[in-house]
Nanobody, 120 residues
């Protein structure tokens, strides 16, 4: 069983930046970030493989968000730049997949979520 704890969410103005962190209690392979806005389904944001050499992003965040990881700290990060009001959501960290899949059902472990609110 792996526990994930996210941090770094908050309120920011459009155009601003935030960095989310997700600390894992154990070793993980691929790790991902997903988000869920009110009234919407959870959607894929970004994923990274164990080595950090392979990443994938949703089209809506490509060029603005960067996913990275520090395996020594068992932590994955999501640097979010040029934030837009439509990025407002609860952001979840996910782990437990052996490959950087984009489907949420592939992941066994989830954090509690951290709220990101972008004001216009």
């Amino acid at each position: 069983q792996v526990q994930l704890v996210e941090s770094g969410g908050g309120l920011v103005q459009a155009g601003g930046s935030l960095r989310l962190s997700c600390a894992a209690s154990g070793s993980t392979a691929a790790m991902g970030w997903f988000r869920q806005a009110p009234g919407k389904e959870r959607e894929f944001v970004a994923v990274i493989d164990w080595s950090g050499g392979s990443t994938n992003y949703a089209d809506s965040v490509k060029g603005r968000f960067i996913i990275s990881r520090d395996n020594a700290k068992r932590t994955v990060y999501l640097q979010m730049n040029s934030l837009k009001p439509e990025d407002t959501a609860v952001y979840y960290c996910a782990a437990g997949a052996g490959y950087p899949y984009t489907g949420a059902y592939r992941y066994n472990y989830w954090g509690q979520g951290t709220q990101v609110t972008v004001s216009s």
